[in-house]
């Protein structure tokens, strides 16, 4: 699942990259930006985290790739910011966009989310990135989030909004890396994998193994031991015999017509039939109409 | 009694129903007879079907008019989101009114979603339908041949239904047709529509939830819901679904923080909104993400706050999705509160260990079912993480495995 989702398939949606401090995202957020540069996408990046030149580093064709460098002034001290964290509405956000002309709409990218989180408040980023995502201008939307540094409800609120969500964390052995990947698809089915890839020097993701959702368990299959084996008797039956025991017929065993005149379906619960016999026929002024003299 | 689909389209038709007695119940109540609704069996309450008859038997016969039903979501949002399709479809069927509110989605989505009435005009599903732990094709009358007078009974009584039934079924495979859909009359509120206006109020409730609250008593009030307004024409049910409430994306912070700044803001909310519906024709749904608030207490006075509360647990994406006990269902389902209306005491659900199964046909509603344990070398150690104990059933519904040990 981890090939589609690079590949890039629908539209409308939201990813989330989700690390901690023991394994970087940041080399997966990156093979992401280039597979779709290689699929000739306009990429936006918004980078609060990391410098421009780092950013940079270890992509080939850059035509495409639009960095608005909030790393060097965040919080606007010097005046002359490009881009600050408190410009991070949706107003904003769409003008910085519609300042580069493209032809299809581009894809965002947010380096990291967990730096807006820290200077705006949760619900007003949640309703941006909810109206980005709606707005249409946007073809997708990338964010990378650091878990370990908010608290649980913020990073459940963020990631109840992403449509697809990818957890890393640092695999048993050497440099790999594990991912969980759980997607919601447009008719609300939950979608579950796991990998394990590594990222080559040219930013593209190897898988090195994919297990499907969960192990299977082995039943142990017991071993059956037929009951009419060992016996003194004969419990079984020949062909014949199984014949001339089929064509007994047995006392209350009806025809099939019979069955299902007799045997009601379930549906009509209560039908009463009643036919009135000669004792209900009394008539209710003369109290002696029921006397047999 | 389960009411045929009859053509919504054209209400002057009455169709014929097989199961219908001749002997109605004589009330003097004077409860207004509106279409879709029916008097509880235990206090004479009026009650609305919720969608889901399996639902509807674990809430005593229904939800009360005039209450409000709280679901605490699961994780992905799926079952309760299809919950509240489930009650929104009742009601389009019914030919009630609706009113819908969501932050996420646009109302027009989750109302084009909405699932489609199984409609014959013939008897409901007959009770061959309910789950058979056999893997046996469906019986036809020569299956039995000496107890052919059972065949049409269920096998494991393990669906709660009640034998009276109220309620519709729906397919979850096909949408709602158009025309069927649009003959319902839905109030909409959008919260993107709806932008914030900045005057500072001294109520502890948010922008969003008085501008929700404001909308709704307008419609309460302009189409005559309220039950002491004049009923010179014919009554009729407001029945309104309120999605992820207490989300971040309505304004509240109760979900990010542990110590919100809006702590209040949901529960007055609610507060106003019972008193709201105690006073009219209305019956509402309110579904929360509960699993992101931190705060157990306000989760708890939350639940307080509603009439009715659910709670469902998905098994997906957790470890619970690979035990064999729950390999059958989809989660497990816990009633948090049953209301007493009107009377000293409520009808809980007797079992404790529920679980559903969304099939295409029917959101069943199941007591948690364990076979009993043939073999000797299962392990009983995955016995004990079962919430309440559930009493094995019983030896017909199984298919018998040879047993190692037979004594003669």
């Known amino acids: ?221 017991e071993h059956e031991v037929d009951p009419t084996a060992n016996l003194t008797f004969n419990l079984r039956l020949s062909d014949k015999e199984r014949e001339a025991k089929e064509k007994l017929s047995l006392p209350f065993m009806f025809s099939k017509e019979k069955k299902k005149a007799i045997l009601h379906s379930g549906a009509n619960i209560g039908r009463i039939l009643y036919e009135p016999d000669a004792n209900d026929d009394f008539d209710q002024e003369d109290p002696d109409d029921d006397l047999d003299v | 009694m389960a009411a045929p689909m009859s053509g919504v389209g054209n209400p002057g038709v009455k169709s014929s129903s097989f199961n219908s007695t001749s002997f109605q119940k004589k009330t003097r109540s004077k409860l207004p007879s509106i279409p879709g609704t029916r008097p509880s069996v235990q206090n004479g309450q009026l009650l609305v079907s919720t969608g889901v008859t399996s639902l509807d038997f674990l809430l005593g016969g229904g939800l009360a008019v005039g209450a409000v039903l709280l679901i605490e979501e699961d994780r992905y949002d799926s079952y309760s989101r299809m919950i509240l399709k489930y009650f929104l479809a009742e009601g389009v069927v019914c030919q009630h009114e609706l009113f819908l509110a969501s932050a996420q989605d646009s109302p027009d989505d989750i109302l084009k979603e909405l699932p489609s009435p199984i409609m014959d005009d013939v008897a409901m599903p007959k009770p061959m339908e309910q789950p058979r732990l056999s893997s046996d094709p469906q019986d036809s009358l020569e299956a039995m041949k000496i107890a052919w007078r059972y065949q049409n009974l269920p096998k494991v009584q393990s669906t709660l239904t009640s034998s009276s039934r109220f309620g519709h079924y729906y397919d979850v495979s096909k949408t709602m047709e158009a025309e069927i859909q649009q003959a319902a009359k839905c109030h909409r509120f959008y919260l993107p529509d709806h932008p914030n206006q900045t005057a500072p109020t001294h109520s502890p409730m948010l922008e969003s939830y008085s501008a929700l609250l404001k909308s709704l008593q307008e419609v309460i009030q302009k189409e005559g819901f309220e039950v002491a307004a004049s009923s010179s024409k014919s009554r009729n049910i407001l ?144 016995r004990v993480e079962l919430p309440g104990a559930a009493s094995a059933a019983s030896v017909c519904g199984l298919s018998t495995s040879a047993n190692k040990h037979l004594d003669f």
């Open chain 1, 1 to 221: 699942m981890l090939l589609e989702l690079l590949q890039g398939g629908d539209s409308g949606g939201f990813l989330l990259i989700q690390d901690t401090a023991n394994y970087c995202g940041r080399h997966l957020l990156k093979s992401f930006i280039n597979a779709a540069l290689q699929r000739d996408e306009d990429v936006h990046v918004f980078c609060f985290e990391t410098s421009e030149e780092e950013l940079k580093e270890g992509f080939q064709e850059v035509q495409r790739l639009h960095i608005h460098n909030a790393y060097e002034d965040p919080l606007g001290w010097t005046k002359k910011a490009v881009f600050t964290v408190l410009d991070f509405s949706l107003n904003d956000l769409t003008r910085v966009l519609k300042l580069t002309p493209h032809q299809k709409p581009p894809i965002v990218v947010i380096d990291s989310l967990s730096w807006v989180l820290r200077h705006v408040h949760t619900t007003t980023v949640c309703s941006t990135l909810h109206q980005l995502k709606k707005g249409g201008f946007v073809r997708a939307i990338i964010g990378l989030l650091h878990a370990d540094m908010h608290q649980k409800g913020t990073v459940g609120s963020v990631r109840h909004l992403a449509t697809s969500l990818i957890t890393v964390t640092p695999s048993i052995m050497g440099d790999n890396c594990q991912a969980k990947i759980t997607k919601r698809t447009k008719s609300g089915k939950v979608l579950q994998d796991e990998h394990t890839f590594s990222i080559k020097e040219d930013l593209t993701v190897m898988l090195l193994k994919s297990s499907n959702t969960a192990p299977q368990q082995t039943v142990q299959e």
């Open chain 2, 239 to 382: 029945r309104i679904g309120l999605h992820s409430l207490g989300s971040s994306l309505w304004g509240d912070d109760l979900c990010c923080c542990d110590n919100p700044k809006h702590a209040h803001a949901l529960t007055t909310f609610l507060y106003g909104l019972r008193a709201l519906l105690r006073s009219s024709l209305a019956v509402a749904v309110v579904t929360v993400p509960s699993h992101l608030i931190q705060n157990r207490a306000l989760m708890g006075r939350i639940a307080k706050l509603c009439d009715t509360a659910i709670a469902l647990e998905s098994f997906k994406g957790s470890e619970r999705e690979t035990n064999p006990l729950y390999k059958d269902y989809h989660g497990l389902l816990h009633v948090r509160q049953v209301p007493h209306l009107n009377c000293l005491a409520s009808q809980f659900p007797d079992h404790k260990d529920l679980a559903f199964k969304l099939k295409r046909k029917q959101f069943s509603i199941e007591r948690l079912h364990l076979p009993p344990d043939l073999s000797e070398t299962v392990s009983r150690v995955s």
